[in-house]
């Protein structure tokens, strides 16, 4: 079945975690949820794709969570917020992966940050329909009027 389409969609670089992607990514997100027990670290560390199989995941996602692809996982139903367990299980940052799922290096995302944030220039529409509202120049009627 097709998601339904939103505004929200348009935006590039980003997969809004709405009702939909959430019971999409149901099984994703119990499986990093999983991860904050010692225990459960350990037995998926020792034979990833066997720990998996524990929880419902389609294939897509089993996948991305073996390949640690963790834009896809977002795709797939995956809340960033339970996906950044598996990153501090394999013992990596959250800025390292923010900074892998915007294809740019630790430092670089860091001082992007630093600097305040990504310009909204050329991101705020995939299609180009949300431009920036243009300044409203002085019409010529309101010009004779001073």
Not at 13 to 37: H, P, Q
Not at 77 to 102: E, P, R, V, W
Request: hydrophobic content about 30%; charged content about 30%; some cysteine.
């Amino acid at each position: 079945m097709a998601r339904a389409q939103h505004d929200y969609d348009d935006i590039p670089g980003t997969f809004v975690f709405d009702a939909e992607r959430s019971r999409e990514g149901y099984g994703i997100n119990m499986f990093c949820m999983s991860l904050m027990k010692e225990e459960n670290r350990k037995a998926f560390k020792a034979n990833e794709a066997e720990y998996v199989k524990k929880f419902k995941l389609t294939p897509a996602q089993t996948e991305a969570i073996l390949k640690r692809d963790y834009n896809r996982m977002l795709e797939l139903g995956g809340n960033i917020y339970f996906t950044a367990k598996l990153g501090a299980t394999d013992g990596k940052s959250f800025q390292h992966l923010a900074a892998l799922m915007t294809g740019s290096s630790q430092q670089d995302y860091a001082a992007m940050m630093l600097s305040g944030g990504r310009s909204v220039e050329g991101n705020r529409s995939k299609s180009g329909k949300h431009k920036p509202a243009k300044s409203k120049s002085k019409s010529k009627s309101s010009a004779k009027r001073k």
